[in-house]
């Protein structure tokens, strides 16, 4: 019995094994294409299509953003298609599992793959490492999500659709300033996490200039990020009338969640990645009532472009999209733009296409999901924030 | 006559495959750059897979020759990587030379790691049973929450140092090298194939050495048996120390070869799930045998990047084929095996020794 079991094992282990080779012999193929592709030799991607890749975390922890900006990717990609245009795309997006080394290997993947025009990484750390990549390679690269400034810093090639950490820490303070919307504010940050802690710098700094007092500032981490009582408990025994959290929308929730029972009520404010709290399985929305936030994306929004992106998200995937999905569908659109503007063929190389896609982004204006009149200098965008408060289940504009 | 032999034999077969092994894939691969024939994937992941080399190779060390556990041999590997990426953006105008401001790197990573080697390992070597198992363990989480609040920055006056918040101003021109929980970015890219493959070199030729030299037995023997062994006379805490800090140093090394190898690190990937990794790696390549984990964590760095093709089923399968080596290793067919080929060598060295 053991033996056949072990012979079986062994079988499939090489089966396995060797499908795992074919699927390198394949890529093995598209290397060789990609390489002459790089030479600048005049062999065409089929069909005048452009070939779109990104990374992103699919599997693991963070997956629900990866698969968010593949799917809102894949959206604009298949309308564009749809549409018939000069200008077609074929996307790829491979799992780097929010992981810097994965990240790197997803990419060189689609390297072998042919990749002439690449949407980063969707992540922070992970589009650190793919950026230097896609700088030495000369891939031009435009990342809808990761959003901390060494993205871009040194690199002419790499550009954000989302706010660089920095500009949303300092934009909150000035929103909280201008609009008067507390005295004493507590901040609980995340310091293991570049998003969080990024962003709770600048705001720490705007919010010193702008004579905002400080109350408490407390963290967690990965690990701890199941119980708030004590970081609460600091921020109500020293008084604060606002909570800024700078994180995600899962530890928000739970914030909101034990400030609730231990009925505490300050006015709690967020930054993008609170986006999807009201979403989420399992939360009860009524806790959230109140709560503001600077996100550049309302699903709830009332404009044609909105309501159909929204209405074909969920038909295809479910879900109401997030912020991510929508970055990731104005990415697509940026590029069709841009390769519009600067009259790009799809025959051209990966290097060639870089050139002009810099020269093209630093005059493209550009009206999406997530902002009007969009503009780039140095890689980061410029758009407006929008103040939204969440009323009745829904974000209402500020 | 015979037993001493055989003895010579095996550390000579050891030598042989191992170097053996690492020699021919460096030719092959360094073939396939050359004439172009290799993919950007596999090229992405060749030093990983020469700093995963020298991790498992040192874990063999700690867990295999030595016979303790070791659950946090990725904190090493931290300590190599940051103060590797200190050295080299420190001296970045001293020595322009990058080889040289690699291998300096390397080699205060290394001697940091095997410092950290000490401290741990003088109070917990002395005692029998698994507590060094539970220390490095906890070691691996210190080192991953000191980074995450480590602040250095360095500008014309030098490096400045702080722990929780950055507590320093730095003048014109200066420049964040630790960015606590942001870690590092920006690192200059230092590492390449063939310093990942003189490590490996470096680091089979001393490993080798050590453990088919006369301290290589005495540390087996303290593996073994530790009353026999102090009986004879052996320190059993000085060689199990000296086992572990080595062990300790190389993974440093390998921690310095893998961070200069990216553009950025957070102390986050050093963490359990990475020290589970290289144990892995050791306990599929085999316990003590030092090509087995050569083997053992090429394959396994490769095989997830060659699954790709499956898309959404990559990490079931790579999970399962895991877990099929695992039983491999413990069936009867791969003991059937064994005894043959031994057999097999037994006699032809009869017939050799007639």
């Known amino acids: 019995m053991r033996k056949a079991l072990s012979m079986l094992l062994a079988a499939a282990m090489c089966t396995s094994l060797l499908a795992g080779c074919g699927g390198s012999s394949d890529t093995g193929a598209a290397d060789n294409t990609a390489d002459s592709a790089a030479d600048g030799a005049s062999t065409s991607a089929a069909g005048g299509v ?42 790829k997006y491979e799992d780097d599992e929010h992981d810097a080394e994965k990240a790197v290997n997803a990419y060189n993947a689609l390297k072998d793959w042919g990749m002439q025009i690449s949407l980063g990484s969707v992540t922070s750390k992970p589009c ?18 990761a959003s901390s400034v060494a993205v871009t810093a040194d690199k002419d090639n790499m550009y954000q659709m989302c706010f660089a950490d920095p500009n949303q820490g300092t934009a909150s303070a000035q929103y909280i300033a201008d609009q008067k919307l507390g005295s004493k504010i507590a901040v609980i940050y995340k310091n293991d996490d570049v998003y969080s802690s990024g ?80 979403t989420l399985e399992g939360f009860d929305t009524s806790l959230a009532e109140g709560v503001m936030l600077l996100t550049p994306f309302n699903a709830d929004a009332e404009d044609e472009k909105t309501k159909s992106f929204v209405e074909k998200y969920k038909s295809q995937f479910g879900d109401v999209p997030n912020q991510f999905a929508a970055d990731a569908y104005d990415c697509v659109y940026a590029y069709k733009a841009a390769l519009e503007q600067a009259g790009c063929t799809a025959d051209m190389s990966a290097e060639e296409l870089c050139d002009k896609l810099i020269e093209a982004f630093s005059s493209l204006t550009f009206d999406g999901l997530t902002g009007e009149t969009m503009t780039w200098t140095d890689g980061a965008v410029s758009k407006e924030p929008k103040g939204m408060m969440i009323q009745n289940g829904a974000y209402v504009g500020m | 006559m015979k037993k001493t032999k055989n003895l010579l034999t095996a550390g000579r077969r050891d030598y042989l495959i191992s170097f053996g092994i690492v020699i021919l894939a460096f030719a092959v691969v360094q073939t396939m750059i050359l004439t172009g024939n290799i993919t950007s994937s596999l090229k992405g992941q060749l030093v990983p897979i020469c700093a995963y080399i020298v991790m498992a190779v040192s874990l063999n060390l700690t867990v295999g020759i030595l016979g303790e556990l070791s659950l946090g041999h ?24 990058a080889p040289l401001r690699l291998a300096l790197a390397m080699i205060v990573g290394g001697l940091l790691a095997a410092v950290a080697g000490v401290i741990i390992g003088v109070p917990v070597l002395r005692l029998k049973g698994d507590y060094l198992a539970i220390v490095t363990l906890a070691f691996g989480e210190i080192i991953k929450n000191i980074v995450n609040v480590l602040y250095i920055g360095r500008d014309a006056k030098g490096l400045h140092v702080s722990l929780l918040e950055p507590k320093f101003e730095l003048a014109e021109g200066g420049k964040m090298i630790i960015n606590g929980p942001m870690g590092v970015s920006g690192v200059a890219k230092l590492s390449t194939f063939t310093s990942g493959f003189v490590l490996i070199l470096i680091t089979l030729f001393l490993v080798l050495n050590l453990i088919h030299s006369r301290t290589g037995r005495a540390i087996m023997s303290v593996r073994d048996n530790s009353i026999a062994a102090e009986s004879v006379g052996i320190s059993v805490t000085r060689y199990k120390l000296l086992a572990f800090v080595i062990s300790a140093a190389f993974a440093g090394m390998a921690g310095t070869l893998y961070a200069m190898n990216f553009s950025t690190v957070t102390a986050a990937k050093f963490d359990f799930n990475t020290s589970i990794l290289v144990l892995v790696f050791v306990v599929l390549g085999g316990l003590g045998n030092i090509w087995g984990s050569i083997i053992a964590a090429t394959l396994l760095t490769v095989l997830p990047e060659l699954l790709r093709a499956v898309r959404d089923y990559r990490m079931l399968i790579y999970a399962i084929l895991l877990i099929a080596m695992m039983l491999f290793n413990n069936s009867k067919l791969k003991v059937r095996l064994m005894e043959k080929r031994a057999a097999k060598r037994d006699s032809k060295l009869n017939k050799e020794a007639d």
């Open chain 1, 199 to 278: 962003i709770y710098e600048k705001f720490k700094a705007e919010a010193d200039a702008k004579g905002l007092e400080i109350v408490s500032a407390t963290t967690f981490t990965d690990a701890s990020a199941n119980d708030f009582s004590v970081q609460l408990g600091e921020a109500k025994s020293a008084g604060a009338d606002l909570l800024f959290l700078p994180m995600y929308y899962q530890p928000a929730s739970l914030i909101l969640k034990q400030a609730h029972d231990m009925g505490y009520a300050p006015k709690f404010f967020g930054v993008d990645g609170m986006d999807g709290i009201l």
């Open chain 1, 50 to 91: 452009f070939k779109l890749g990104g990374t992103g975390p699919l599997t693991g922890a963070a997956a629900i953003y990866g698969n968010a900006a593949k799917n809102g990717a894949q959206i604009a990609v298949d309308e564009i298609n749809a549409e018939g245009g000069a200008i077609q795309f074929e996307l």
């Open chain 2, 74 to 97: 990725a904190g090493f590997m931290s300590v190599g990587a940051f103060a590797g990426i200190v050295v080299t953006t420190s001296l970045a105008d001293v020595i322009p030379f």
């Open chain 1, 128 to 145: 650190e490492a793919t950026a230097a990549e896609t700088f030495a390679d000369r891939i031009f690269a435009l990342t809808p999500s």
